[in-house]
């Protein structure tokens, strides 16, 4: 799935290597994986990707009908879509942080 130009999603993208914010990981591309990796888990930010690869093709979109649109241009129902799936990635994250904390 592609992502978003407004969302996370959009933002993990650039913390890949050539990406905008890649820099912040490490300075050549195993580095900046290894760290982008470690800093996802930290974070509890699997839950953006597709079955938990912490991959740039695995990241999700949250609008999936529509992956590309603006908040501003988006009909009603992908506005619904769009915060069904934030909700659900919020309260995802939520309970990991609760399971973690609890082992």
Same mark, same amino acid.
């Given at each position: 799935?592609?992502?978003?130009?407004?969302?996370?999603?959009?933002?993990?993208?650039?913390?890949?290597?050539?990406?905008?914010?890649?820099?912040?990981?490490?300075?050549? %591309?195993?580095?900046?994986? @290894?760290? =982008?990796?470690?800093? !996802?888990?930290?974070?509890?930010?699997? *839950?953006?990707?597709?079955?938990?690869?912490?991959?740039?093709?695995?990241?999700?979109?949250?609008?999936?009908?529509?992956?590309?649109?603006?908040?501003?241009?988006?009909? %009603?129902?992908?506005?619904? @879509?769009? =915060?069904?799936?934030? !909700?659900?990635?919020?309260?995802?994250? *939520?309970?990991?942080?609760?399971?973690?904390?609890?082992?």
């Amino acid at each position: 799935m592609k992502t978003t130009e407004t969302t996370a999603g959009k933002s993990l993208f650039e913390c890949f290597s050539g990406g905008k914010l890649a820099e912040f990981f490490g300075v050549n %591309d195993d580095m900046q994986l @290894e760290n =982008l990796t470690e800093w !996802v888990k930290e974070q509890l930010f699997e *839950v953006m990707f597709n079955k938990a690869e912490i991959k740039k093709e695995k990241i999700l979109a949250i609008n999936e009908k529509n992956p590309f649109i603006r908040y501003q241009k988006m009909t %009603d129902e992908e506005l619904d @879509e769009f =915060l069904n799936k934030a !909700v659900y990635l919020i309260k995802t994250r *939520v309970r990991m942080k609760i399971d973690s904390e609890n082992k």
